[in-house]
């Protein structure tokens, strides 16, 4: 099993942008949550979903964040139009109903300069 | 509100002296929990969990913690350091509905040659 799956690893980006952030969960993992971690704040939880429905989204900061997930192995979260104060690294992680347990990707650092 | 607390976000310990990293949880229904580990750069990794099974559990790495309802805590434990072990170590709690996650502030363990 190759764990959880996110790109990019690094993205390097001017205000005003959009950023496109993916994960590909576990296979068979019914549950897919976003992280956001941040020197502030830690790890906040912005959204997370059951099978493929989005369940949480109270921890979404603003409008400008949305996230999407057309199937079972793949979601993406899209911030646009991007500011420096959306700099953090952001986290996908997938679990299975019952089992209880987080795995985490291994993050995306978004700088936003 | 249900939440975890760990005190102390800074921890420093000589290599081979005793680890010692305070998680406590405030919920009426015994809870599930965990010790997550985050090295530099790289996601978040399960240390351990805790499930009712019994109140020691043993985790990678020759950490251990112990649940005491009691007291409502969930400290985690290593008899000897190693320079290794430097980390970020996050304690979690879940409960069986909803499968959310809630993390406490984390704490930087630094080991001291």
């Known amino acids: 099993d190759a764990g959880v799956i996110q790109s990019p690893r690094h993205e390097v980006t001017e205000m005003g942008q959009e950023v496109t952030l993916r994960c590909k969960p576990i296979?068979?993992?019914?549950?897919l949550f976003w992280y956001r971690q941040t020197m502030m704040r830690g790890l906040e939880l912005l959204i997370y979903f059951n099978n493929n429905v989005p369940i949480d989204d109270s921890g979404m900061p603003e409008d400008r964040f949305s996230a999407k997930m057309p199937n079972a192995s793949f979601s993406t979260l899209k911030i646009q139009p991007s500011e420096p104060r959306d700099s953090a690294v952001y986290f996908c992680?997938?679990?299975?109903?019952?089992?209880?347990?987080?795995?985490f990707g291994a993050g995306s650092r978004l700088t936003v300069l | 509100a249900q939440s975890v607390t760990q005190l102390g976000s800074h921890v420093s310990v000589s290599e081979g002296a005793l680890v010692l990293l305070r998680c406590n949880y405030s919920s009426s229904v015994p809870p599930y929990l965990f010790w997550y580990v985050q090295y530099p750069n790289q996601g978040l990794q399960l240390l351990l969990k805790y499930t009712s099974a019994a109140t020691l559990v043993k985790g990678i790495n020759g950490f251990e913690a112990e649940f005491k309802k009691s007291e409502t805590s969930f400290h985690l434990t290593k008899p000897s350091a190693h320079m290794s072990d430097a980390a970020e170590y996050f304690c979690?709690?879940?409960?069986?509905?909803?499968?959310?996650?809630?993390f406490g502030t984390g704490t930087s363990l630094t080991v001291i040659p």
């Open positions: 296979s068979g993992h019914d549950y």
């Open positions: 992680a997938s679990s299975r109903a019952g089992a209880n347990v987080l795995t």
């Open positions: 979690a709690v879940s409960w069986e509905t909803g499968n959310q996650f809630y």
